[in-house]
């Protein structure tokens, strides 16, 4: 007996999260050409208070307030420090002490992460075609890292580095699953702008001394070219994105687009610099697509019970 599949068909939101996790791929190695002249916390803290100063002139010239109500105020300032100052502390100092390849994987790890949250917190229900999709993806990640010369290893050297990014992608995770409940009340851009400038300014203490001694005028235009890319595209305007397909499908089915993005990473690696596609890179990418083909599936097949009774639409209340 054939086993009949569903045509998937593709959204609106699905053409703007492969916009995200594109951004994402290529800011992944600007960052790496612009750390050649900035030091990590720096860089940082340069591109977090210029991502957050656009967001909030973006809020301020569209909605023209940055009024919380007062009950979400403590949960704000939370997510502000564990998903920003904190998270991109860990971030920057894990990347310095681990490889490329194991921060791929244990990046590719988040969707998981995310929808185990998003279970536990009753945000949704996942159907095991879901399960199945999220840890197919995972497996697709380790196929495309596994390819590369100097893939995934866990070593002595390296052990420190994945420990911190580990907490920093558990951190990423809780962030996104505790936005779903705020983003019914309040936009993503007003989320996104207020996090980052409240995150933004905790951050600043971390890089104040290096920033103190930076040769700015040493720096080159293509490195500050980089960083303007990774503050205004990849943390000002693919946030937002990421926060307005998380209020309109959720948690899990926006984390598993992720998955994508050390694939695309790769790709532009082998067009920029030259790099070999692998065998195990093609085959990576057919799972990671079965994976999200999958947890598409076992995401529409869930409905989300809400206050009251009955089940949540798709489409969440929000401003």
């Keep these: 007996m054939l086993l009949k599949v569903k ?6 939101n699905d053409g703007l999260m492969l916009l995200v996790v594109m951004i994402w791929a290529v800011n992944l190695s600007l960052v ?8 990590p916390l720096p860089f940082n803290g340069i591109r977090l208070v210029l991502a957050a100063a656009v967001l909030l002139g973006w809020l301020l010239a569209s909605e023209k307030n940055l009024h919380f109500a007062r ?3 403590p949960k704000i300032v939370f997510l502000s420090f564990s998903g920003y100052a904190l998270y991109q502390y860990l971030f920057i100092t894990g990347i310095d002490l681990t490889t490329a390849s194991n921060t791929a994987v244990i990046f590719g790890s988040s969707p998981i992460m995310i929808s185990l949250l998003s279970s536990f917190f009753k945000h949704e229900k996942i159907e095991p075609l879901g399960w199945l999709g999220i840890a197919l993806g995972f497996v697709g990640i380790y196929l495309v890292i596994s390819g590369r010369v100097g893939g995934f290893s866990l070593s002595r050297q390296t052990w420190k580095g994945d420990l911190l990014l580990f907490v920093a992608v558990f951190l990423w995770a809780h ?5 779903r409940p705020l983003l019914k009340k309040y936009s993503p851009l007003k989320f996104s702008a207020v996090t980052m400038g409240l995150g933004a300014l905790m951050f600043i203490p971390f890089s104040v001394p ?11 235009p293509s490195a500050w070219l980089c960083l303007l890319f990774s503050g205004i595209g990849a943390l000002s305007l693919a946030m937002v994105l990421w926060f307005y397909s998380v209020r309109k499908v959720g948690n899990s089915q926006t984390a598993v687009y992720s998955n994508l993005q050390p694939v695309l990473a790769v790709v532009f690696a082998h067009l920029l610099i030259g790099e070999t596609v692998t065998t195990s890179l093609l085959l990576g990418v057919a799972v990671i697509f079965v994976g999200v083909y999958f947890t598409r599936r076992g995401r ?3 409905a989300e019970p809400v206050a ?10 929000g401003k």
């Design 7 to 12: 045509p998937l068909k593709l959204s609106a």
């Design 300 to 302: 529409n097949a869930a």
């Design 175 to 179: 962030y996104s699953v505790s936005a």
């Design 210 to 220: 290096r920033l103190l001694k930076l040769p700015y005028a040493a720096i080159s």
């Design 308 to 317: 009251g009774g009955g089940v949540q639409m798709k489409k969440p209340d």
């Design 71 to 73: 009950k979400d105020l």
């Design 32 to 39: 790496k050409i612009a750390l050649r002249e900035f030091p």
